[in-house]
């Protein structure tokens, strides 16, 4: 059974700094991408970032790219998002979720693509 389990939300004030991390368990793939969604109220859930487990190729929704840094560990089988000069229109639940085929190394990544999804983390930015 497919586990991603995510830890380290929390508020913050703009321009704060958090460290979201998933673990994952229950299955190996050859080669996936692991990597975060967020959805804020009202608004549909969108892709963030992600990461190949397999070569480390990364992809940045483009209102976070230089702010947020995607990193994978293979050993442990986790991925780590680092989000830097947070806004508050950050604001959302984030979630962890991970895909069977490697989807994000065509420079987009969907919902469409994600095969397994984690419960969720909220990240609050305050003005």
């Known amino acids: 059974q497919v586990q991603l389990v995510e830890s380290g939300g929390g508020s913050v004030q703009a321009g704060g700094s958090l460290k979201l991390s998933c673990a994952a368990s229950?299955?190996?793939?050859?080669?996936?991408?692991m990597g975060w969604f967020r959805q804020a109220p009202g608004k549909e859930r969108e892709a963030v970032a992600a990461?190949?487990?397999?070569?480390?190729?990364?992809y940045y929704a483009d209102s976070v790219k230089g702010r947020f840094t995607i990193s994978h560990d293979n050993v442990k089988n986790t991925v780590t998002l680092v989000v830097n000069g947070l806004k508050p229109e950050d604001t959302a639940m984030y979630y962890c979720?991970?895909?069977?085929?490697?989807?994000?190394?065509?420079?987009?990544?969907?919902?469409?693509?994600?095969?397994?999804w984690g419960h969720g983390t909220q990240v609050t930015v305050s003005s």
């Open positions: 979720a991970s895909d069977a085929g490697g989807f994000c190394v065509g420079g987009s990544w969907s919902e469409a693509d994600i095969g397994y």
């Open positions: 229950g299955y190996i793939f050859s080669s996936n991408c």
């Open positions: 990461i190949s487990t397999n070569g480390g190729s990364t």
